[in-house]
């Protein structure tokens, strides 16, 4: 081949200042880009030797070799390819942007293919002028009789092009680093990015520095292989030592035995895992191997609760292993990380359009060779595609998840409060997840025994017919039928809904809980900040239920049968003394014969109201006291301090009663104000100072 000289063939000025600036957003992708095609150029001469139309040499090992020259301020990439013959560089290298990959594909699209071809993008070359001055490539082709070819360029569009040196098949490329990127040619930061980028690659990557002393370790001579270098035989003889036996006599007894051992050099280690645990089938892993691979990927010590092994070949190609992580406490970030993969290549993490919003609380990787990368790899096109792979990979998680519920019910449990807050979420954010997920959402109740939400409505079911069973046995004794007849009126007019009760403070709300036990009734927990979205989501889907706060109201089943007209005195006469001594004009009364007597009050505050005031506090407006005209001082007239106070509503006492009777209601509801918490403490030293008379 004559020398050439020339102008790279381009389609727009000026392409090398965007290629620097702007193609990649991370200026250490080159390293994949240059190792991606060494990987491609391996596969490709492989595939011929499959195909019949090449033979590997016997002792082929596929390999990768990276050397860094800190010194020279190089950066060598080799592989054993198929390597290029002067026409080809010609057309692949000196005509940016025509893709060798998708050219190879289309020639042999109707023969075998086992192994994909990672670059179809074009202009993963070039990358390396983000970081170099100058680059060299040293290719041989692997025809027969193929000439080397030696191509340079200094970063402009003019190329130099001569018969090359090169003696074995496939492609070097010498980077020259320029002065702002010589960290690039640093061994440390060298493994650190192909860590980054390359570590399960499916080609052996090795990484070392030219020109440095070599290595050495010593091994059992059994061990040696042809292909080790030796450098020294080594033999260590037995040990013996002196032992006397029990009469008396002494022997000389064999410690450690003789052993034949060899210095070799060192062998190399790739960086990489060409066979990554994903691309295996999930009857053949481990539980061990999946954990190893998690904290190995993850570098994170604490083991996940389960996974979930990602295997799909049709509709599209794709695999991954999804991990469930434990989080330790609320204050621990949910934020996991999803890697993605295009055939063991490492592309982004988190990438929105292919991983569903609620799933990147989750760790795992995902490879998916049929995803329509963009030029960089970096980002996705706008595709139908990518949708239909989000829309699989939920549809994975949800049948896990209820397929767990459905057969391994007490495992489920066990992992239930780590992994509610990302079922919520993700119920909140995907109405297909919502869908599959309803029926196997628990609740914990007051028993911390969980019940699924059609569970939760049986029990509410049983609670209310036995209820009903206790008013009818009342009404069929009443002698008054126009009564009874009015109250059913009354209950055909309520809400239909089934109400499912709920706790936010078990500690707080202490005294509700006592009150719904006494009775026989059951509530759940719902402690986490995202369960008042979450439950208005429930309601909007299930429209047979609604949650209730057991503070909401006082439930029929706490209260003695009585009417109206009998209470109304009371009523109208404690609404007064309590107005007055609390000077609150607008303080709504509601007077009860709850069946506990040593209950004196409670405030209830509608379930509106209360979600009024959580969506407040959420928009930072707490201060506001939205929803608190919904509240209600409820009295118990059975209770005895209640009746003094009715009685002698004129005694000096009972304005600090009444004051004292109101922050304990509220204390069982929510914490008192720091001030009205002072006037609480003293008044209660009060109190006391009363008896103490």
Same mark, same amino acid.
């Given at each position: 081949m004559s020398n050439k000289h020339g102008n790279l063939s381009i389609n727009s000025d000026n392409i090398f200042p965007i290629i620097k600036k702007w193609l990649y957003s991370d200026h250490d992708i080159f390293y994949r880009e240059l190792i991606s095609n060494g990987c491609d150029a391996i596969t490709k001469l492989k595939k011929l030797d499959l195909m019949g139309e090449y033979e590997l040499p016997q002792d082929f090992e596929p390999k990768i070799q990276v050397l860094v020259n800190p010194e020279e301020k190089t950066l060598k990439f080799i592989d054993n390819g198929i390597g290029m013959t002067a026409d080809e560089v010609e057309e692949y290298i000196n005509q940016i942007a025509f893709s060798g990959a998708t050219d190879f594909l289309e020639k042999y699209k109707d023969k075998a293919s086992e192994e994909q071809i990672i670059g179809h993008f074009g202009l993963g070359f070039y990358s390396a002028f983000m970081v170099a001055d100058e680059v060299h490539i040293d290719t041989l082709s692997y025809k027969d009789g193929a000439t080397p070819v030696h191509w340079e360029c200094d970063g402009g569009t003019e190329f130099d092009m001569t018969d090359g040196t090169k003696d074995t098949v496939g492609t070097t490329i010498t980077l020259f680093l320029n002065e702002d990127c010589l960290e690039f040619a640093n061994e440390y930061r060298a493994r650190e990015v192909i860590e980054k980028y390359c570590s399960f690659m499916p080609t052996p990557i090795f990484l070392s520095k030219e020109n440095a002393e070599p290595e050495y370790e010593t091994i059992l001579a059994s061990e040696v292989t042809e292909k080790d270098t030796v450098i020294e035989n080594i033999v260590e003889e037995a040990k013996y030592e002196e032992k006397e036996n029990e009469d008396g006599t002494k022997e000389q007894v064999e410690v450690s035995p003789r052993t034949e051992k060899a210095k070799i050099v060192k062998r190399p280690v790739p960086l990489n895992d060409t066979n990554p645990l994903w691309t295996k089938h999930p009857n053949d892993c481990t539980d061990d191997e999946y954990k190893a691979f998690y904290r190995k990927v993850f570098q994170d010590y604490k083991e996940p609760l389960f996974w979930i092994h990602l295997n799909m070949d049709y509709p599209f190609n794709l695999k991954g292993i999804l991990y469930f992580p /434990?989080?330790?406490?609320?204050?621990?970030?949910?934020?996991?990380?999803?890697?993605?993969?295009?055939?063991?290549?490492?592309?982004?993490?988190?990438? /929105?359009?292919?991983?569903?919003?609620?799933? =990147?609380?989750?760790?795992?990787?995902? +490879?998916?060779?049929?995803?329509?990368?963009? *030029?960089?790899?970096?980002?996705? $096109?706008?595709?139908?595609?990518?949708?239909?792979?989000?829309?699989?990979?939920?549809?994975?998680?949800?049948?896990?998840?209820?397929?767990?519920?459905?057969?391994?019910?007490?495992?489920?449990?066990k992992y239930w409060d780590d992994i509610s807050p990302f079922i919520k979420f993700g119920c909140l954010k995907d109405e297909k997840f919502c869908d599959k997920m309803n029926d196997y959402i628990l609740f914990k109740n007051l028993d911390n025994k969980y019940l699924t939400l059609p569970e939760c409505l049986k029990v509410e079911e049983e609670a209310a017919d036995s209820e009903n069973a206790d008013t009818n046995t009342d009404a069929a004794d009443s002698t008054d039928n126009a009564d009874a007849a009015a109250q059913n009126d009354t209950a055909e007019e309520k809400d239909t809904r089934k109400p499912v009760y709920y706790v936010t403070?078990?500690?707080?709300?202490?005294?509700?809980?006592?009150?719904?036990? @006494?009775?026989? =009734?059951?509530?759940?927990?719902?402690?986490?900040?995202?369960?008042?979205?979450?439950?208005? $989501?429930?309601?909007?889907?299930?429209?047979?239920?609604?949650?209730?706060?057991?503070?909401? +109201?006082?439930? +029929?089943? =706490?209260? @003695?049968?009585?009417?109206?007209?009998?209470? /109304?005195?009371?009523? +109208?006469?404690?609404? @007064?003394?309590?107005?007055?001594?609390?000077?609150?004009?607008?303080?709504? *009364?509601?007077?009860?014969?709850?069946?506990?007597?040593?209950?004196?009050?409670?405030?209830?505050?509608? @379930?509106?109201?209360?979600?009024?005031?959580?969506m407040m506090k959420m928009y930072g407006m707490a201060g506001m006291d939205f929803g608190m005209n919904d509240c209600t001082l409820v009295l118990n007239a059975n209770n005895d301090l209640v009746k003094y106070i009715l009685e002698n509503k004129d005694s000096e006492h009972v304005p600090m009663f009444c004051e004292q009777l109101y922050d304990l209601a509220m204390l069982s509801n929510q914490p008192l104000s720091p001030d009205a918490m002072t006037k609480f403490i003293t008044r209660s030293n009060d109190i006391m100072m009363l008896l103490a008379k």
């Open positions: /434990k989080i330790n406490t609320e204050y621990d970030s949910i934020e996991g990380t999803i890697k993605l993969y295009n055939n063991q290549v490492f592309i982004a993490d988190n990438i /929105k359009e292919v991983i569903p919003e609620f799933l =990147m609380l989750l760790k795992g990787v995902i +490879d998916c060779p049929d995803l329509p990368l963009n *030029v960089s790899r970096s980002a996705l $096109q706008n595709d139908g595609f990518v949708k239909k792979i989000s829309d699989y990979i939920t549809k994975k998680v949800a049948d896990k998840l209820t397929g767990m519920c459905k057969t391994e019910k007490e495992t489920y449990e403070d078990a500690k707080q709300q202490a005294q509700y809980i006592n009150m719904f036990k @006494e009775q026989g =009734m059951d509530a759940v927990l719902l402690e986490h900040n995202i369960d008042t979205s979450f439950i208005t $989501q429930l309601e909007r889907r299930n429209e047979k239920i609604k949650f209730v706060r057991i503070d909401a +109201d006082v439930t +029929d089943s =706490m209260k @003695e049968e009585t009417s109206e007209e009998e209470l /109304k005195e009371a009523t +109208d006469s404690l609404t @007064e003394t309590f107005r007055k001594a609390l000077n609150n004009e607008n303080l709504k *009364v509601s007077v009860e014969k709850l069946k506990n007597a040593s209950i004196s009050s409670v405030i209830t505050l509608s @379930e509106e109201g209360r979600r009024m005031q959580d």
